[in-house]
């Protein structure tokens, strides 16, 4: 069946090309929108389509556990236009297919700060406010100005902002409130721009001075801030690095000792890139290699009770502590028991404990069978190492979550969506 010119709809396609895990598994009918207007055409036909649908983007954060009996949409659309800029920012849109990391290095290549943390994430830009895709400190919502969709029964637009995306911890309104309503069609990203500054370097200390910048643009040290950013623009200088007006994260994992590895004492945006880049691609598989979709499951998050009974028993527990206000409070917390704290407990939230030091815990760190397996230098991740079915590495998964929570008591969730 041909939808337009450019689009076919194709009978009995293998997906194993259109997903990470690379699991044998058939779509029934398989059509690729690869422009924002196709996307808004084939929604003509919805009517006419008696059969489930399925919305594939890069198919990194999916695994199926069988042939899909419907129909699968791959939204593949490409562009990325700038929608306005200043000396300080820059508003830039992207459409849902372009690929993530290659956003993200159009981003840093022109100066624009904001995304060179979340380098080397798999998936496209549509998939990326979905779950608010995170990494060493920073979240996408840190930086989405807007959202636009398209309802699928409908077929009106709708532009979402970000209070109205109710971003949490790998959450939003689209994976919950929305899912299977709505299409993203771009994500617009407001970015600070650095270029202006020659190297993008603040080059040292002298005294209680910020020195290397062109025209005083950072005046010096008061206590441990520094001042004189335009706009009153101001941040602790020993936690976080200066570039232009940005703030570079730079003490979440492994960022500041590999700078120091590469040599970098005041890096750009540039360098923190290349550091995570080098960090993802030591301790994660490429999918190209070994089928996976990154993180399996989401970091919990639990009380201070349960937080301080974990302590007592496991005093090396690593846990990152959550802020008053911070949005991690709003999401789901885990007690021992059967005990969950609901989303509106905001106050009760502490701690948030990597999933992947429980996992090791609790020895599964390198376990393999057939196929299947837990990655042995990241247990967050799950593995095929050739003919794993979804099944099977569904199957690991709940066994982990079951030694998880006999353990620790605390209920691991997973981050993939599992597509039966």
Same mark, same amino acid.
């Given at each position: 069946?041909?939808?337009?010119?450019?689009?076919?709809?194709?009978?009995?396609?293998?997906?194993?090309?259109?997903?990470?895990?690379?699991?044998?598994?058939?779509?029934?009918?398989?059509?690729?929108?690869?422009?924002?207007?196709?996307?808004?055409?084939?929604?003509?036909?919805?009517?006419?389509?008696?059969?489930?649908?399925?919305?594939?983007?890069?198919?990194?954060?999916?695994?199926?556990?069988?042939?899909?009996?419907?129909?699968?949409?791959?939204?593949?659309?490409?562009?990325?236009?700038?929608?306005?800029?200043?000396?300080?920012?820059?508003?830039?849109?992207?459409?849902?297919?372009?690929?993530?990391?290659?956003?993200?290095?159009?981003?840093?290549?022109?100066?624009?700060?904001?995304?060179?943390?979340?380098?080397?994430?798999?998936?496209?830009?549509?998939?990326?406010?979905?779950?608010?895709?995170?990494?060493?400190?920073?979240?996408?919502?840190?930086?989405?100005?807007?959202?636009?969709?398209?309802?699928?029964?409908?077929?009106?637009?709708?532009?979402?902002?970000?209070?109205?995306?109710?971003?949490?911890?790998?959450?939003?309104?689209?994976?919950?409130?929305?899912?299977?309503?709505?299409?993203?069609?771009?994500?617009?990203?407001?970015?600070?721009?650095?270029?202006? /500054?020659? +190297?993008?370097? $603040?080059? %040292? =200390? #002298?005294? !209680? &001075?910020? @020195? *290397? /910048?062109? +025209?005083?643009? $950072?005046? %010096? =040290? #008061?206590? !441990? &801030?520094? @001042? *004189? /950013?335009? +706009?009153?623009?101001?941040?602790?200088? #020993?936690?976080?690095?200066? @570039? *232009? /007006?940005?703030?570079?994260?730079?003490?979440?994992?492994?960022?500041?000792?590999?700078?120091?590895?590469?040599?970098?004492?005041?890096?750009?945006?540039?360098?923190?890139?290349?550091?995570?880049?080098?960090?993802?691609?030591?301790?994660?598989?490429?999918?190209?290699?070994?089928?996976?979709?990154?993180?399996?499951?989401?970091?919990?998050?639990?009380?201070?009770?349960?937080?301080?009974?974990?302590?007592?028993?496991?005093?090396?527990?690593?846990?990152?502590?959550?802020?008053?206000?911070?949005?991690?409070?709003?999401?789901?917390?885990?007690?021992?028991?059967?005990?969950?704290?609901?989303?509106?407990?905001?106050?009760?939230?502490?701690?948030?404990?990597?999933?992947?030091?429980?996992?090791?815990?609790?020895?599964?760190?390198?376990?393999?069978?057939?196929?299947?397996?837990?990655?042995?230098?990241?247990?967050?991740?799950?593995?095929?190492?050739?003919?794993?079915?979804?099944?099977?590495?569904?199957?690991?998964?709940?066994?982990?979550?079951?030694?998880?929570?006999?353990?620790?008591?605390?209920?691991?969730?997973?981050?993939?969506?599992?597509?039966?």
């Amino acid at each position: 069946m041909v939808f337009c010119n450019t689009m076919h709809l194709d009978q009995k396609v293998s997906l194993k090309p259109f997903h990470t895990f690379g699991m044998e598994a058939e779509a029934r009918y398989f059509v690729e929108a690869k422009t924002h207007s196709e996307v808004l055409t084939l929604l003509n036909y919805r009517h006419m389509i008696h059969m489930p649908i399925l919305f594939l983007g890069g198919g990194s954060n999916v695994i199926f556990t069988g042939d899909f009996s419907g129909i699968v949409i791959r939204i593949n659309s490409k562009g990325i236009v700038i929608r306005e800029e200043n000396e300080n920012q820059v508003l830039v849109t992207a459409e849902a297919g372009e690929t993530w990391d290659e956003f993200v290095q159009y981003c840093v290549s022109r100066g624009w700060a904001g995304l060179e943390n979340l380098s080397l994430i798999p998936g496209t830009v549509g998939a990326a406010p979905i779950q608010n895709i995170g990494a060493y400190g920073v979240e996408v919502k840190d930086v989405i100005e807007s959202v636009q969709v398209v309802e699928i029964n409908s077929g009106k637009q709708k532009r979402f902002t970000t209070e109205e995306c109710q971003f949490g911890y790998r959450d939003s309104i689209f994976k919950r409130d929305l899912k299977g309503k709505v299409i993203i069609l771009n994500v617009t990203f407001r970015l600070d721009k650095i270029s202006e /500054l020659q +190297g993008n370097r $603040v080059t %040292g =200390l #002298q005294g !209680n &001075r910020v @020195t *290397g /910048l062109q +025209g005083n643009r $950072v005046t %010096g =040290l #008061q206590g !441990n &801030r520094v @001042t *004189g /950013l335009q +706009g009153d623009r101001a941040a602790e200088s #020993q936690s976080e690095s200066v @570039t *232009g /007006l940005s703030l570079l994260k730079l003490d979440y994992g492994d960022i500041r000792p590999e700078l120091e590895y590469l040599g970098v004492s005041v890096p750009t945006i540039s360098d923190v890139r290349e550091a995570v880049c080098n960090i993802r691609r030591r301790k994660l598989p490429d999918p190209a290699e070994i089928g996976n979709a990154g993180s399996f499951f989401k970091n919990p998050l639990i009380c201070h009770e349960h937080f301080i009974s974990l302590q007592d028993r496991f005093p090396a527990i690593p846990f990152y502590p959550l802020a008053p206000d911070n949005d991690y409070l709003a999401e789901k917390a885990s007690r021992p028991a059967a005990h969950t704290i609901s989303e509106g407990a905001v106050k009760t939230a502490y701690a948030k404990i990597p999933a992947a030091w429980l996992i090791e815990q609790c020895g599964w760190k390198g376990y393999r069978t057939g196929d299947a397996g837990v990655h042995p230098n990241q247990p967050l991740v799950l593995v095929n190492y050739g003919n794993a079915t979804g099944l099977q590495i569904v199957g690991l998964a709940n066994q982990i979550m079951d030694s998880v929570y006999r353990k620790f008591g605390i209920t691991l969730e997973m981050e993939v969506n599992v597509i039966s």
